[in-house]
């Protein structure tokens, strides 16, 4: 078991089994030192602030983070080649009053700092939007840095 299945163990938290591509997409790509990670979407539907309260709203957020892990992990095959997480972007299907989106981003950016300890530490937007695939709450991608680019991934 690597370090950072390891990590967020100990948070009490499991990779589920990798989602692959629903189109016609890559669930990662890499160029040089980063990996950039396809969006994937929460299993929560509903816009946050009206048929999603923020608690379940920043819930379905660390769905999709430990969601993107996973992929991360099948692709590399050890989430220990990861060195960092550079960026996180973040869209949250919002009713139009609701301004708690940096809210429920922290939901995933709590997992990545538990799993990558400082190196899990990002940039990130946090973007309201109406509308998300299937009707998803969440949708994340990511973007991030690897120790060996040479040797790990296809």
């Known amino acids: ?6 990590r967020l163990r100990e948070h009490g938290l499991t990779l589920p089994v990798p989602k692959g591509p629903v189109a016609n997409y890559v669930g990662c790509k890499r160029s040089g030192a980063l990996l950039f990670v396809s969006a994937l979407v929460s299993s929560t539907r509903g816009a946050a602030g009206v048929e999603v309260p923020l608690n379940e709203a920043k819930s379905a957020a660390q769905e999709v983070a430990l969601g993107l892990l996973a992929i991360v992990q099948d692709y590399l095959g ?3 080649a990861v060195a960092s997480v550079e960026k996180l ?4 299907r919002s009713d139009p009053e609701f301004t708690q989106q940096p809210q429920v981003l922290d939901g995933a ?20 939007v109406a509308q998300l695939p299937y009707g998803a709450t969440v949708q994340l991608e990511m973007v991030l840095r690897l120790r060996d680019p040479a040797r790990v991934g296809t």
């Open 109 to 128: 950016s709590d997992v990545l700092v538990a799993a990558f300890g400082d190196a899990g530490k990002h940039a990130r937007t946090a973007t309201g």
């Open 78 to 80: 050890d989430l220990d």
């Open 1 to 6: 078991m690597d370090s950072v299945v390891r």
């Open 89 to 92: 972007n973040g869209f949250i």
